[in-house]
């Protein structure tokens, strides 16, 4: 049975050195994990059994109107640049309209080999499916722009690592778009005027169609961008591989690799077992988006009539982008203390606190929850040098009008901790899928106190913590 899906393919239409057809590898025995059909139904798509699900999106059968292709695109990966990079294990099927008449991606992930593979298998092994499921799902019940998870399928079929044959699986992803900054770089860097200014075109009717020039639309990702990296910092989340070709023009967080949300706040942790010298780590993302914002800007100056006024122009406009992030950062940690409308000594306020985190090595999640019900004293080594801030705190929060709402609104209670991100991929491994079930559960609500997910908030013991995650790939 085929399964009838709103699809076409906009995408497919740009010139075919944009990217290379061809259908998934199939797979012996698919199993569907998880349909998340709240999103589906936002999407329109039609409800159906779970063996066609299965065969779907385990990529055996194409749906009538999929187009399934492999994007190529370039990036900076840990700042050298790869010329050429692609979809290596993943294929966009096309594009659905959703139900607020919004063009959105389907895409398969570990759907088998493509040219962009690099002699990789293209295949994904079930905890890196699981883990892009829950924390993707989790960040947009956050807030945080995000692609999203519509489904997981096992595959039945072994995936070879370092460690040996692992379960198999495929994730469905759905994003605005899965145009990237190093999707401009490969044009760019290829001198390709045609495709370069095709893909501008594509962009901006895609995103942006309000956009004037290739200056307007920089600034609209430059805000994106900035919003989206100070919205990650408030909630503790790390990338860890902010690489330009994971740089998605539409300011959503794509490619869940080695991605962490901290437990004692740190301004300098880092978790990607790949980052040695901690280029993407919690307070680099910051630094590091300016960076790839500049190598988006160099790909649009050709397309600038004066080139040399569009360098200099370009130059100003990323070189105000610490400010943009600076000044959504302070809102978004105002707001976490309780301040709805914060003024100049509201972020020395925030900072202070900040830095009595990292010394009393405060849990950085609930540490801001607690200021909402007295228990974020408990959280420090030395209680007093809480105390004496929480004083400054309290007599500020007088000018507030509701500053516990607005708290409870900022600070989730629960977040994907990572060390019970790796007991649910443990006991998805052994056949048991219900942590995996129970986190999705919670985390769909994360800003209310749920007195039966105690233990999912409770930071890791020694044993239990996760000093180093994997991109998975």
Known sequence: ??????????????????????????????????????????????????????????????????????????????????????DGRALLLGEVVDRQGTRRDIQLKGSGPTPYSRMGDGRAWLGPVLREYVVSEAMHALGVPTTRALAAVATGEPVYRETGGMPGAVLTRVASSHIRVGTFQ????????????????????????????????????????????????????????????????????????????????NPQTVYSS???????????????????????????????????????????????????????????????????????QDAALVDELLDLMAEGRADFTNTFRGLTNGTARDEFTDPAAFDAWAERWRARLDRESDPEAVMRAANPSVIPRNHRIEQMIEAAVAGDFKPFERLIAVLSDPFTDDPQASDLRRPPEPAEIVRATFCGT
């Open 1 to 86: 049975m085929n399964m009838n899906i709103p699809f076409n393919n906009s995408y497919a239409a740009l010139p075919a050195r944009f990217f290379t057809r061809q259908t998934a590898v199939p797979v012996r025995a698919p199993r569907l994990i998880r349909y998340n059909t709240d999103l589906a139904t936002e999407l329109g798509i039609p409800e159906t059994d779970r063996a066609t699900l299965a065969q779907v999106f385990a990529g055996n059968d194409v749906p009538v109107g999929a187009d399934p292709l492999a994007q190529v695109y370039a990036g900076h990966q840990f700042g050298g640049f790869s010329p050429q990079l692609g």
């Open 186 to 265: 490969y044009f760019a860097a290829r001198r390709d005027m045609d495709g370069l200014r095709a893909l501008y075109d594509f962009t901006v009717g895609r995103h942006d169609p309000d956009a004037q020039d290739p200056a307007d639309l920089l600034d609209r990702v430059i805000r994106r961008q900035a919003r989206l990296v100070a919205h990650w910092m408030s909630v503790g989340f790390i990338h860890g591989v902010m690489n330009t070709d994971n740089t998605a023009i539409s300011g959503e967080t794509i490619d869940y690799g080695p991605c962490a949300f901290m437990d004692i706040y």
């Open 274 to 344: 790949i980052d040695a010298q901690g280029r993407y780590g919690y307070d680099n993302q910051a630094k590091v988006i300016v960076w790839n914002m500049a190598q988006f800007a160099t790909t649009l100056v050709p397309l600038m009539p004066d080139q040399d006024a569009a360098i200099e122009d370009f130059t100003a406009r990323v070189h105000a982008m610490p400010d943009l992030i600076e000044a959504e950062r302070q809102r978004l940690f105002a707001a976490k203390i309780g301040i709805a409308e914060a003024d100049a």
